[in-house]
């Protein structure tokens, strides 16, 4: 049997001939966009030695990517022999959290789960004191069937909706054993995630979901016991996944809100949350307006020709400064892989400062890509993925801000959140109009969700549903003003 080394975690996979390799590195974190159907490049891997057959459509997509013949795409893979291939290109960035936050104390241990549809991360927590006291990370499994939540929409109406909900559940009751490891038990879980990933926890029917109006009747709090999820846990501690807000805006942004305290203040705030979708919130304690945008994921780096989500190797920022060019690659790595969604609107915002791009979006070289650093390009395609999603969220900042307090000017302040937001350069975002704020009055809020989740643990659910109350979501799509907002933002 053909065995898989994997370097440098320095592990070995003994697996069948003809194995598909999709099913092999979807465990160590590899990224499969487009679900596996060999139409975004985003999973390929490196031959250290070996080798791995190709018929003829894989060659002429890595032909179409222009990789070197020791690449592969994995999702086009089965392994016929023994192969060594590359995989510390993989580390994802997984966003925790440490930050302070108000509390009751309360007897008992909790544990807060962000559900992402990336990643996934947990921390058992010491009611009485808040004290972390351990935390676990991990990649979402359904990750191979796609990088964004369309995708598994897609899969779950028209596949297999029960796969997903196992493979789901199975991760985060892995996550808490980690958590727990004999030492502790639980007495409460909470969970938040969008409402993709709520649905396919629970074990909803996504068909809504699905088509227009895009909304669920099953998008409230769900109460769960250890038995209801076939888990193995002392103590019989409670398990929620808090409610949605309303079509795709989840309890992660209803968490977001909680931790940003824009829930409790008179200030007008905004929440800004780029995912795999973009949500947006604005408001404060009287009222507060939500709504998804159709950005699509190009912040994250899907549908980018050179694009990656923020892991090792992703070209994170670059700048000009006296006119020499810099820029940082996380992981401190010389292996350049690819560009995440803060370098790209840094490229961008360069490309337009340089006169390479105009402001309409148009590269004024003539041609179908530029060079951005040696070794790394953009395309026209690439562009226009840009201008899509930072259109959307600009319209849907625009229109949301309108309607609560007048305009973006009465925005006290700004908070934008998760790994996008960590590496995000204010003034890259403010350059290209995504987010038309004075760098003062924005706010990195890293890993809001889990924070949120959280501060949960210390709530009630009728204290949770007061706030509910409070927010009201809006559909950006039939807004009278949505089409001709979006077309003028647009612009850069």
């Known amino acids: 049997m053909p065995i898989i080394y994997l370097k440098p975690l320095n592990q070995s996979i003994e697996v069948s001939k003809g194995t598909p390799l999709i099913d092999v590195l979807n465990e160590f974190a590899v990224a499969f966009p487009c679900g596996g159907r060999g139409t975004c490049g985003g999973c390929k891997v490196r031959i250290l030695d070996g080798s791995i057959p190709v018929d003829p459509g894989h060659q002429k997509r890595l032909d179409e990517l222009g990789l070197s013949n020791d690449w592969r795409l994995a999702c086009l893979s089965r392994v016929e022999a023994d192969v060594t291939l590359l995989v510390d290109q993989w580390r994802h960035l997984i966003l925790a959290d ?12 909790g544990i807060a789960v962000d559900v992402g549809t990336t990643t996934l991360v947990a921390q058992l927590i010491d009611l009485q004191t808040a004290e972390i006291k351990a935390a676990a990370t991990d990649v979402n499994p359904q990750s191979r069937f796609g990088a964004d939540i369309m995708s598994r929409v897609e899969y779950a109406v028209r596949q297999d909706s029960a796969l997903l909900t196992r493979l789901i559940r199975a991760k985060v009751y892995d996550l808490i054993l980690r958590l727990l490891e004999q030492k502790y038990t639980a007495d409460r879980i909470v969970l938040v995630g969008n409402t993709v990933m709520h649905h396919l926890f629970c074990g909803y029917d996504l068909s809504p979901l699905s088509m227009y109006p895009f909304e669920s009747p099953h998008s409230g709090q769900v109460n769960l016991t250890p038995e209801d999820l076939d888990w193995q846990l002392e103590g019989d501690p409670t398990i929620a996944f808090m409610a949605c807000i309303g079509g795709f805006v989840g309890s992660d942004i209803l968490a977001g809100i909680l931790a940003s305290g824009m829930h409790k203040s008179n200030a007008i705030s905004c929440l800004i949350d780029l995912g795999t979708n973009g949500e947006i919130a604005v408001g404060n304690r009287k009222k507060i307006l939500c709504a998804s945008t159709a950005a699509g994921p190009a912040f994250e780096g899907i549908n980018i020709s050179c694009g990656m989500q923020a892991a090792t190797g992703a070209l994170a920022s670059l700048q000009f400064k006296d006119e020499q060019l810099t820029y940082h690659v996380i992981g401190d790595t010389d292996s350049l892989r690819g560009i995440c969604g803060s370098g790209l609107l840094d490229a961008v915002s360069g490309l337009l400062e340089s006169g390479q791009l105009d402001e309409w979006g148009q590269l004024t070289n003539g041609q179908d890509r530029v060079e951005v650093i040696p070794g790394l390009s953009l395309t026209q395609n690439d562009i226009r993925q840009v201008q899509l999603a930072k259109g959307a969220v600009a319209a849907g900042l625009q ?37 038309d704020a004075e760098p003062d009055r924005v706010r990195t809020l890293g890993n809001s969700a889990l924070l949120g989740a959280k501060i949960m643990l210390y709530m009630e659910e009728a204290q949770i549903q007061s706030i509910l109350h409070a927010i009201q979501h809006l559909s950006l799509e039939t807004d009278a003003d949505f089409q001709e907002t979006f077309a003028m933002k647009m612009l850069f």
């Open 98 to 109: 440490q930050s302070d936050f108000e509390f009751e104390p309360r007897p008992g241990t």
């Open 399 to 435: 229109i949301l801000s309108g309607k609560r307090c007048g305009s973006l000017d009465a925005v006290d302040q700004f908070y934008i959140a998760g790994a996008f937001g960590n590496y995000l350069n204010l003034n890259s975002a403010r350059r290209i109009g995504l987010v």
